[in-house]
């Protein structure tokens, strides 16, 4: 018997048009990446193995930069540890935060659309400015939150100046200032279709059913994005040791980013602050690569059978 032979179907004379459109479109988009990310990227890792200061020939040292960092740097490993409290307080806080205004704010309540404004607005004012304003509320002696403890009765805290409160303080303001978060959790929201929340009211669910049954899952991929996009800004805070902290006290806020401007542009050892550089991309990478790994097991997709 004459069996058929198949042919695999080739793309019509259309779809190869719309790919090579695409692939035109991307050019833009990949030589961005190249010219912006990329090509630094590699020029930071280089220029890790020399010894510069910028006014000077630059001096092939090999890896000794990147061993002085785990051996012999007084700071560095001082600095991770810090920089990941910091993220961890300022994103599990602003997550929280955001997640409840949005929730709040997205309630029928009388002149919604001006509290909307007035969460978002800390997000686009100037941080320098904002961190300024916040020493004045954290202020030992006449500042407005020692008042309070003081009319309760509590003795002051040295908010800014005492190695155990000066992480969490600055933490604290990086979540007041998380109105872009807000503004897309509540965008999430108002995409939840009613039906599920009419549904569950017919089979009697609680607030708290709905919530954890309903509002959570539909909003875990906006909670992912969340989530990335504020480790990645947290993990690096620079502005409140520039403007507040000058990395003390000690080296409580002696932060990453605050670590590679003093080497760079105080010290001028540009080689060893590249270093720092890379290194801190690589930490970056690992925490965003293992958000992706566990994502899967909490992400759902609308029509997902998990």
């Known amino acids: 018997m004459n069996k058929t032979v198949r042919k695999k179907p080739r793309y019509s004379l259309m779809a190869r048009k719309e790919s090579i459109t695409a692939y035109l479109c991307l050019i833009p988009a990949f ?48 600095s991770i540890k810090v920089t990941v409290y910091f993220a961890v307080l300022a994103v599990f806080g602003s997550m929280i935060y955001s997640f409840y205004i949005a929730m709040l704010l997205n309630r029928e309540i009388p002149a919604r659309g001006f509290w909307r404004a007035v969460f978002y607005l800390p997000y686009i004012l100037p941080a320098a400015a904002v961190y300024i304003g916040w020493s004045w509320l ?11 403890l003081s009319e309760l009765g509590i003795n002051k805290i040295k908010f800014l ?40 009211l017919i089979d009697g669910a ?5 919530f954890f049954r309903i509002t959570v899952p539909c909003m875990t991929p906006i909670i992912f994005y969340n989530l990335l996009m504020s480790l990645i800004t947290n993990m690096q805070v620079v502005v409140p040791a520039l403007a507040l902290t000058d990395g003390g006290p000690g080296n409580a806020s002696m932060f990453m980013t605050y670590l590679m401007y003093r080497y760079a542009f105080k010290n001028n050892h540009l080689g060893y602050a590249c270093a720092i550089s890379f290194v801190f991309f690589v930490i ?19 029509g997902d059978s998990k």
């Open 161 to 200: 100046s005492d190695s155990l409160y000066v992480v969490p303080s600055l933490a604290l303001i990086a979540v007041w200032t998380s109105g872009n978060l807000i503004v897309i959790f509540l965008a999430g929201l108002q995409n939840v279709s009613r039906v599920y929340y009419e549904a569950a």
């Open 138 to 148: 954290y202020e030992s002696n006449f500042g407005l939150f020692n008042y309070f």
């Open 284 to 302: 970056i990478a690992i925490f965003t690569a293992i958000l992706f790994a566990t994502s899967k097991t909490w992400i759902f997709y609308e």
């Open 31 to 78: 030589i961005g990446l190249t010219f912006i990310t990329y090509l630094p990227l590699a020029g930071v890792f280089g220029i890790g193995f020399f010894n510069w200061k910028g006014l000077s020939a630059p001096v092939f040292i090999g890896f000794r930069n990147y061993i002085r960092l785990f051996t012999t740097d007084p700071y560095f490993i001082d």
């Open 206 to 210: 609680n607030a708290f059913q709905r």
